[in-house]
Nanobody
Framework: QVQLVESGGGLVQAGNSLTLSCAASERAFSNYVVGWFRQFPGKEREFAAAISQSGVFTTYSDSVKGRFTISRDDAKNTVYLQMDNLKPEDTAVYYC?????????????????WGQGTQVTVSS
C-alpha cells in the first residue's frame, strides 16, 4: 500500500509560479508511473501530467503543456509539478496518483493510489 501526500498548494497571483510535491511512503515508489490530476468544482478529475518510472518519459495535457513540468526524485520518493505562468483557470484541487502504467496514463483508471489533494488558487 503506497501512501501519497501532496503539498505546496496555496494562493498565488496570475503569472506567478508554484511547485507541488507528492511524497510517497515507500521506496517502491520508483516502480510506479506517477500522474497529476486536477479537479474543478463540480467536474470530474482532469489529467494534467504524468511521468514514467524511469523519469525519461513525460506527458502533459494540452491545457498545461509548456507551462507545467513534472519531475521525480526517487531518492526522496517525491514527484514534483512545477507550475509556471499560472492562470485563474488553473484554480483546482490537485491530486497525485501512482499506478503500474499498464493503462492510458491520462485516465484515472490507470492509477491505484491517490493522495488527498492540495488546493491551488490563482487570483487574477
Amino acid at each position: 500500500q503506497v501512501q501519497l501526500v501532496e503539498s505546496g498548494g496555496g494562493l498565488v497571483q496570475a503569472g506567478n509560479s508554484l511547485t507541488l510535491s507528492c511524497a510517497a511512503s515507500e521506496r517502491a515508489f520508483s516502480n510506479y508511473v506517477v500522474g497529476w490530476f486536477r479537479q474543478f468544482p463540480g467536474k470530474e478529475r482532469e489529467f494534467a501530467a504524468a511521468i514514467s518510472q524511469s523519469g525519461v518519459f513525460t506527458t502533459y495535457s494540452d491545457s498545461v503543456k509548456g507551462r507545467f513540468t513534472i519531475s521525480r526524485d526517487d531518492a526522496k520518493n517525491t514527484v514534483y509539478l512545477q507550475m509556471d505562468n499560472l492562470k485563474p483557470e488553473d484554480t483546482a484541487v490537485y491530486y497525485c496518483a501512482a499506478g503500474n502504467g499498464d493503462l492510458d496514463w491520462g485516465s484515472p483508471e490507470a492509477y491505484e493510489y491517490w493522495g488527498q489533494g492540495t488546493q491551488v488558487t490563482v487570483s487574477s
